[in-house]
């Protein structure tokens, strides 16, 4: 199982950016993905989920701002996030869990600074 995260960077508040998480090893059309992010100093938390079903969940913070997306036939996960504050920056992760295990990925970094 990899996952391989991509499309962090540096922005100013307001901006937008995309982030993929591409996928191999297992049936991604099959499993819930899973956006963390984790802030310097702070725990990971669970950013946003989409399920087989395309069934969406966001956290509070993050509503109406950020959407996560699937693609099964690129076996990819993206969130697209739109007006990015400075709290928003954190490392993201993209996460699976198969079978009792959680798999991760390498992470992308995102900074929000004007």
């Known amino acids: 199982v990899q996952l391989v995260e991509s499309g962090g960077g540096s922005v100013q508040p307001g901006e937008s950016l995309r982030l993929s998480c591409t996928t191999s090893?297992?049936?991604?059309?099959?499993?819930?993905m899973n956006w963390f992010r984790q802030a310097p100093g702070k725990e990971r938390e669970m950013v946003a989920l989409?399920?087989?079903?395309?069934?969406?969940n966001y956290l509070d913070s993050v509503k109406g701002r950020f959407t996560i997306s699937r693609d099964n036939a690129k076996n990819t996960a993206y969130l697209q996030m739109n007006s990015l504050k400075p709290e928003d920056t954190a490392v993201y992760f993209c996460?699976?869990?198969?079978?009792?295990?959680?798999?991760w990925g390498q992470g992308t970094r995102v900074t929000v600074s004007s």
């Open positions: 989409i399920t087989p079903s395309n069934v969406t």
């Open positions: 996460a699976v869990l198969l079978g009792g295990n959680t798999y």
């Open positions: 090893g297992f049936t991604f059309s099959r499993w819930r």
